[in-house]
Nanobody, 115 residues
Framework: QVQLVESGGGLVQAGGSLRLSCTASGSIFIINTMAWYRQGPGKQRELVAT???????NYADSVKGRFTISRDNAKKSVYLQINSLKAEDTAVYYC?????????WGQGTQVTVSS
């Protein structure tokens, strides 16, 4: 069984910053791509950023230059540094990790940006 535990969400003013963390535990020994998704109120879940095992990253156009994804393979963790927050960044943020045969989802962490 695999568990993903996320943390770091909260209420922040526009222009502020947050750092989200997600750590995998359990029966997952090789993690390929790790990613962050988000789902805003009344919106579909969207891909925010990905990072490969080798460290290559990709970002949604809406977050380029403001969000930074990173990972620590030894800790089976992925992080999302979020700067210059905007009201439209308000969403539940989910981490996703790709194992050998399937991927796994975290429970989500709420980020709320007040204007």
């Amino acid at each position: 069984q695999v568990q993903l535990v996320e943390s770091g969400g909260g209420l922040v003013q526009a222009g502020g910053s947050l750092r989200l963390s997600c750590t995998a535990s359990g029966s997952i020994f090789i993690i390929n791509t790790m990613a962050w998704y988000r789902q805003g109120p009344g919106k579909q879940r969207e891909l925010v950023a990905t990072i490969t095992r080798g460290g290559s990253t990709n970002y949604a156009d809406s977050v380029k230059g403001r969000f930074t994804i990173s990972r620590d393979n030894a800790k089976k963790s992925v992080y999302l540094q979020i700067n210059s927050l905007k009201a439209e960044d308000t969403a539940v943020y989910y981490c996703n990790v790709e194992g050998i045969t399937r991927d796994y989802w975290g429970q989500g962490t709420q980020v709320t940006v007040s204007s």
